[in-house]
Structures are given as C-alpha cells and as structure tokens.
C-alpha cells in the first residue's frame, strides 16, 4: 500500500511568484485536503477536493487554488505569494465518510516553502 | 467557531516517567477526535482516533480519552522513552475538515 507522496520537499520562491505543489494521495483515497502549517502553529485547512471538485474551504484568499485529476491526486496553487506564505504544506487523504469511521487522515511528509 | 487549545505548550520530562496532555475545545459537536505525532520538519502521524460515541482509545503505551460534554481530551503516556519526543497535536473532525490545536513539544530525557 502506497502511502501519501508529495513533492517537492523543499522549494523556496521569491515574493509575487506563482508556486504549484503535488500530491499523490493513498492508494484506494478519493478525497485530497490541504493545510498549511505555520512554524510553531498546528495546521490550517484550506480546502478539500473530492471527485475532482471542491469539497469545502478553508479562510484562504482566492490566490490559493487547487485540483484533483481522475486519479485522485492534487495539486495546489499559490499565486501572488506573500512573505507570510511560508509554511510547511500538507496534503492529507481519505475515503468518503472515514470522518466518521475508524479509518484516520492519512498525511503526507508536507512541502516546506519559503518566501523571500 | 470551534476553538481546539493544547496546554501545555511545551514539557520536559525525565524518562520513564508518565505524562498527560491535554487538550481542550469548544464545540462539543464534533464526529471525532485525533491525537497526531509529528517530528521535526515532517508530516503528521495518526496515533489515535476516538469516535464521538467512544470515550477512549488504546495504543501500546498511550491512551487517550475524551469528554464530549466537558470539550476535553488527554494523551496519556506510559513509561515515556526518549524516542517519543515530538509534538504532539489534537485535531477535532468538523465539516469535512480537521480544526487542530497548536501543539505540545515533548522533550524525554535519557
């Protein structure tokens, strides 16, 4: 069983670029979320996709946009990045309904961005 | 607006000793709650998921428990080792998301 893959692991941007990150989420997952998590802070949610659509969002301005491609991976999109924008970026998935079942959030290792 | 806070901050503990920690939030209609381990500069491991109807949940050496009516949960672990030091964060499941508390670093000492 193959657990959730993102890359890269590490990238580093300049202020006003635009920055995609991948996710390939757990074999047999249909539903990708993405949290960004500030140093010394727990994660945020910034939205959920699932059968390809967005399933629910976080309080994330719209420069942050994202994807979900048939077979269930993700990506996000930064646009316009700030300073602010550095975090850890993690990408969890699951199966419909496993919120309320005993099946937890798979996470992946995250992308660790930095904006200068 | 659920609220999840985690006290304390940080600990420092002597190996082999056991240790609580907590974990508090504001909405009690939650469908259930995760307590993750993360190391440094890494993802998020799930350690245990208790579902709203359950009280508690056991690991090996950790157990943690959850009061729905109070918006409390704690981690307990048993004869902490050195390898367990991490952060430790709480997430309670809303609407298709997860709401998670800031975390508590664990440091054990040998």
């Known amino acids: 069983e193959t657990g959730v893959t993102q890359s890269p692991t590490h990238l580093i941007k300049t202020r006003g670029q635009q920055v995609t990150l991948r996710c390939s989420s757990q074999s047999g997952h249909n539903t990708v979320s993405w949290y960004q998590q500030a140093l010394g802070q727990g994660p945020q949610f910034i939205f959920q996709y699932y059968r390809e659509e967005e399933n629910g969002r976080g309080n994330f301005p719209p420069r942050f946009s994202g994807l979900q491609f048939p077979n269930y991976s993700s990506e996000l999109n930064v646009n316009a990045l700030e300073l602010d924008d550095s975090a850890l970026y993690l990408c969890?998935?699951?199966?419909?309904?496993?919120?309320?079942?005993?099946?937890?959030?798979?996470f992946g290792n995250g992308t660790r961005l930095t904006v200068t | 607006k659920q609220e999840v806070t985690q006290i304390p901050a940080a600990l420092s503990v002597p190996e082999g000793e056991n240790l609580v920690l907590n974990c508090s939030f504001t909405d009690s209609a939650i469908y259930n709650l995760q307590w993750f381990r993360q190391d440094p500069g890494k993802g998020l491991t799930s350690l245990l998921l208790?579902?709203?109807?359950?009280r508690e949940q056991t690991s090996g050496r950790l157990n943690a428990s959850l009061d729905k009516s109070s918006g409390r949960s704690t981690l307990y672990i048993a004869a902490s080792q050195p390898g367990d030091s991490a952060t430790y964060l709480c997430a309670v499941s809303g609407t298709g998301k997860l709401i998670f508390g800031q975390g508590t670093t664990l440091q054990v000492k040998p």
């Open positions: 969890a998935s699951s199966n419909p309904g496993t919120q309320t079942t005993n099946s937890p959030l798979h």
């Open positions: 208790i579902q709203s109807s359950q």
